[in-house]
């Protein structure tokens, strides 16, 4: 483990000078765009709902249509993630698709190991927007990392022309036209906007339960003006998302003074320094959320995020370190709120960090639903199914 210097706490939302808002909106030229007949530009489909961005600009989150574009960390590493989210949309009804035929945004090689190139880049963003306009959906992504990178893809179609040419004959190769949608969506957006629906269908209290949140920097750092934020919350001096959505379960959310930091993960220093990376996450993030709130969990809403903060714990437990933290993201909760299955929907046994205190906390009776799960496993050992299905979720 490296030891990190110990920091003297500040107040970021102070230290920070005034932003003034960006002149452009960069939906405004995006749709003048397709006045010019450079691209497709689907809409959002209504029924919408309307929240407000950093800078008071109104953004529309489609309540179902909803294309879902899938975490390659997610369903790689915390598969209740994204389970979860597709259990909300279930649980409400709506009319979603889960794509087989989607790839990766390829961000990896965008931000970590610099191996690609804008047009490579590019073009797989409009591949998959393309795949979503041919069946009739709304995209919605599932990464922070890939919600960032769709933001500035985005802006750099819009301000390069000859990008755009390189980009269209790579697209006709393929016979899919040049789609940007209206808004670049973050599933965490639409958890936040259907928050007070959630809430009435809760059933599990949480107002007993104190929460610490991490705001993923590829969500409310990148492209910042399109972050949602909401004047009831820290004034609307940080974004909203995830707190608003804890908020409104009945759970305490605590700050810390870190609140701004990287959870540690930051792309290039997991893969070429991991030592510094599991550090970090624990001595400027868990270890302060833990000293300064003593939280029950922390809430986060990317796939890096958490991954790093729930993984690093186990490396820093072997040297001492003050951890236990229990990590989910806000979609494994809001689920969780509404009677999902901790492990057949939520599937917190992929986790590292033991999260049972907490389950046992809000009256989860650990021992039976874990039974309930392993009996189910045991059939697609005997070979009686091949995986579980929904309705196994819903026993």
């Known amino acids: 483990m490296i030891h990190l210097p110990v920091l003297k706490a500040v107040d970021r939302e102070f230290e920070a000078k005034p932003e003034e808002a960006p002149k452009e909106d960069i939906r405004e030229a995006v749709l003048q765009l397709e006045k010019e007949g450079e691209w497709i530009v689907p809409r959002v489909p209504e029924p919408f709902m309307e929240v407000k961005t950093k800078f008071g600009r109104t953004k529309k989150i489609p309540v179902e249509k909803t294309w879902h574009h899938k975490s390659c960390g997610q369903c790689g590493h915390i598969p209740g993630y994204s389970t979860s989210i597709f259990w909300l949309n279930r649980a409400f009804g709506l009319d979603y698709h889960d794509p087989t035929d989607q790839t990766s945004c390829t961000a990896w090689n965008y931000y970590a190991s610099a191996t690609s190139n804008p047009e490579a880049q590019a073009a797989v963003a409009m591949r998959n927007f393309a795949a979503a306009h041919e069946v009739g959906y709304f995209p919605i992504i599932h990464c922070g990392t890939s919600f960032g990178h769709y933001k500035e893809v ?8 000859d990008l755009r040419r390189k980009v269209k004959k ?19 957006e639409w958890v936040m906007a259907m928050k007070d629906r959630i809430a009435e269908r809760q059933v599990i ?19 910042e003006e399109d972050a949602v934020y909401d004047s009831e919350i820290y004034g609307a001096q940080r974004t909203a998302i995830v707190t608003g959505t804890l908020q409104a379960l009945g759970i305490n959310v605590g700050d810390y003074s870190t609140w701004f930091d990287c959870c540690g993960f930051g792309f290039r220093h997991i893969l070429v320094s991991r030592d510094f990376s599991r550090s970090f996450a624990v001595q ?4 302060v959320m833990i000293d300064e709130v003593k939280p029950d969990i922390t809430v986060t809403h990317d796939t890096g995020c958490v991954t790093t903060l729930d993984q690093s714990q186990f490396a820093a437990k072997a040297h001492g ?64 199914k091949q995986f579980l299905t929904w309705e196994d979720a819903e026993k």
């Open 154 to 161: 985005r802006q750099a179609l819009v301000h390069q022309h």
């Open 205 to 223: 209290d949480m107002s007993h339960i104190t929460a610490t949140v991490h705001p993923a920097c590829h969500y409310h750092k990148l492209v």
């Open 170 to 188: 790579i697209m006709e190769k393929l016979g899919k036209p040049l789609v940007m949608p209206e808004e670049i969506v973050h599933y965490s």
């Open 321 to 384: 370190k003050k951890v236990g933290l229990p990590v989910l993201a806000d979609s494994q909760v809001a689920a969780l709120a509404m009677g999902a299955h901790p492990y057949k929907v939520l599937q917190l046994h992929w986790h590292n960090t033991d999260n049972k205190a907490f389950l046992r906390k809000i009256g989860i009776d650990v021992e039976k639903t874990w039974a309930e799960f392993e009996a189910e496993t045991e059939k697609i050992k005997r070979g009686e």
């Open 284 to 287: 400027r993030k868990i270890e």
